[in-house]
């Protein structure tokens, strides 16, 4: 069963500092891995897909890796802002021979950025 | 560009009564469309997903029912609703895999007194 962990929980930093979240899964025959972007009673934000084909991904000042061997992606924020503030989750999705459709979410990190 | 849409955004609702949520798409032909819980402290939750009109399928057995009335409309619903039927409900649209990325609506938040 595929388990996705996301470190840390919580993170705050100051403005305009580069910062990076984890997200680790389990079982690492993924297609892809999809990062989100949650405010507080809000719906999510798709920020990056990254095929399992990638090792990389970048979308303005974010850019996302996945490293499959070793069960690792990474989300980096570069130059922070307050409006950076949000919860970040990461996904991915089941296997194919399984017939389920649900993606396995990590628990998020809460991001807080200090002006 | 796509779009999805929920209502209610937020929604108070007395223990037995009925419930139903909606949610629709634009800008998209067929899509996937998916109800997710997020309740808190246990993360998102996959209730239903469906591949087309009048196909549902239920990743966990509950109080909830879905239906697909229409290709871009999703109905979340209950007869008789339960406490623990409280939580954020999301809806979200993806391609015909379910490999494609998937996108969220904004939620309806649902409590059940």
């Known amino acids: 069963k595929q388990e996705v962990t996301q470190i840390p929980a919580a993170l705050s930093v100051p403005e305009g500092e580069n910062l990076v979240l984890n997200c680790s899964f389990t079982?690492?025959?993924?297609?892809?891995l999809q990062w989100f972007r949650q405010d507080p009673g809000k719906g999510l934000t798709s920020l990056l897909l990254?095929?399992?084909?990638?090792r990389e991904q970048t979308s303005g000042r974010l850019n996302a890796s996945l490293d499959k061997s070793s069960g690792r992606s990474t989300l980096y924020i570069a130059a922070s802002q307050p409006g950076d503030s949000a919860t970040y989750l990461c996904?991915?999705?089941?296997?194919?021979?399984?017939?389920?459709?649900?993606?396995?979410f990590g628990s998020g990190t809460r991001l807080q950025v200090q002006p | 560009s796509q779009t999805i849409h929920q209502w209610p955004a937020t929604l108070v609702q007395p223990v037995g009564s009925p419930l139903s949520l909606e949610c629709t798409v634009e800008?998209?032909?067929?899509?996937?469309l998916y109800w997710y819980r997020q309740a808190a402290g246990r993360g998102l939750q996959l209730l239903f997903y469906?591949?087309?009109?009048?196909?549902i399928s239920s990743e966990v057995p509950q109080n909830l029912s879905a239906s697909r009335p229409q290709d871009r409309q999703f109905i979340l619903s209950s007869k008789k609703l339960l406490l623990s039927d409280s939580g954020f409900y999301l809806c979200?649209?993806?391609?015909?895999?379910?490999?494609?990325?998937?996108?969220f609506g904004p939620g309806t938040r649902l409590t059940v007194l």
């Open positions: 979200a649209w993806g391609g015909m895999s379910s490999y494609n990325e998937q996108f």
């Open positions: 079982d690492s025959a993924i297609y892809n």
């Open positions: 990254i095929q399992s084909s990638q």
């Open positions: 996904a991915v999705p089941p296997p194919k021979d399984t017939g389920r459709r649900a993606l396995t």
């Open positions: 800008g998209t032909s067929n899509p996937n």
């Open positions: 469906s591949v087309g009109i009048g196909q």
